[in-house]
């Protein structure tokens, strides 16, 4: 067969498949749209999984309606100059969300920035865009992606059952959540409200999400290495659990699910937790941005740290001196 270039639909449906492989995927975008808005509030809600409806609704400052076609176009993006490409401190930025959502789903955005009159909504499905035009909404956005991947047979056939779908959409809302608790969060998941978080500070947060048991037994943790800061809450010894669930990295704001991470929490535990079982952990790392490399990975979820070795020993040195403390007795000091 000659050489062709292939048609921007065939395109984005390639794209979809890699950036969007999974509802959880298109939650994790649409959210961090919502967070990089500087939105207030959040609000998820899921229906089947997220296969048959993903809907984000946000407070943040919205899209004018002569950019919401603009927005749904690949590699179109307000945040990202392209000579910045080395410090990006939004979440998003290279402009392949929306457009690969839109590939692989039925995706509505109805959007009211400050000060336009009325919201506008525009419509794609398998790609093919509908002409914007107004309809009543308040101030921001909301996303809905219905039928995911009704347009990618392939890829759906790669789904796992609608349960296992929601619960990884619903831990990756949990973790976003815990990435940013001055942002208030409510998810719900087949009509079933699964949190309702207002805005908090970092340990309530932690505390919300890990549930009370946890929160009670864990301990506060905090160090610092050259310009890196570490903080958060770890379980003592005791508090193992058989899966790695109740485990949280944010760094520099981002819930990451780094490998270098979760091997220095083994490794802090490694002779207190027997083998096969995990440590509870909420852990937020603060760097300067050029101390990181966040373009590694499309989902950018792994991360280069300039100082691997460095990053590893403060957090392991940090988590051996916190579980060397004595035992805290779990109770609030009595008010006299
Ligand atoms: P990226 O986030 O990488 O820029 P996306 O495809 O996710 O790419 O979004 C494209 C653009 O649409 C964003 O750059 C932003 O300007 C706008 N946008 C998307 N979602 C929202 C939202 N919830 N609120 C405000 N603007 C949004
Ligand atoms: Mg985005």
């Known amino acids: ?20 492989e999974r509802p959880a ?4 975008e649409l959210i961090e749209n919502a967070l990089d808005a500087g939105a207030k509030r959040v609000e998820v809600i899921l229906a089947g999984g997220g296969i048959e409806r993903i809907e984000i609704i946000d407070d943040g400052h919205g899209i004018p309606a002569e950019e919401l076609p603009l927005a749904i176009e690949r590699h179109a993006t307000s945040k990202l100059q392209d000579e910045a490409l080395v410090q990006i401190s939004t979440l998003g930025f290279r402009g392949e969300a929306l457009p690969s959502i839109g590939a692989a789903a039925k995706l509505t955005l109805i959007s009211r920035p400050a000060g ?12 093919a865009i509908s002409p914007a ?42 973790r976003l959540a815990l990435s940013a608790p001055h942002v208030a969060f409510r998810l719900v998941s087949d ?6 978080l207002p805005v908090q500070d970092d340990l309530a947060r932690i505390a919300a999400l890990f549930g009370r048991e946890a929160a009670n037994a864990m301990l506060p943790l905090e160090a610092t290495r050259d310009d890196v800061r570490l903080s958060g809450l770890i379980g003592p010894a005791s508090l193992n659990r058989a899966t790695a669930r109740l485990q949280s990295f944010v760094v520099n ?13 083994r490794l802090a535990y490694r002779d207190v937790i027997p083998t096969g079982r995990f440590p509870v952990a909420a852990l937020r790392l603060d760097l300067p941005d050029e101390a990181l490399d966040v373009n590694v990975h499309p989902a950018k979820s792994e991360l ?13 040195g940090a988590i051996n001196r916190a579980l060397a403390q004595p035992v805290s007795l779990g109770t609030a000091p009595t008010a006299t």
């Open 116 to 127: 336009q009159d009325s919201a506008w909504r525009i419509d794609v499905a398998g790609g």
């Open 1 to 20: 067969m000659p050489i062709r270039r292939l048609a921007e639909t065939t395109i984005n449906r390639i794209a979809a498949g890699e950036v969007i």
């Open 191 to 196: 009509e079933r409200v699964l949190f309702d």
């Open 25 to 28: 995927a298109a939650v994790k």
């Open 304 to 316: 280069r740290f300039a100082d691997q070795n460095g990053v590893r020993s403060l957090v392991i």
């Open 253 to 265: 704001g981002r819930p990451v699910l780094d490998s270098m991470l979760k091997l220095s929490l």
């Open 133 to 174: 035009r107004p309809v009543p909404g308040t101030k921001g956005t909301r996303a809905i992606a219905e039928d995911l991947f009704y347009a990618t047979p392939a890829r759906r056939k790669f789904l796992r059952a609608p349960r296992a779908e929601a619960e990884a959409a619903e831990r990756t809302v949990w």
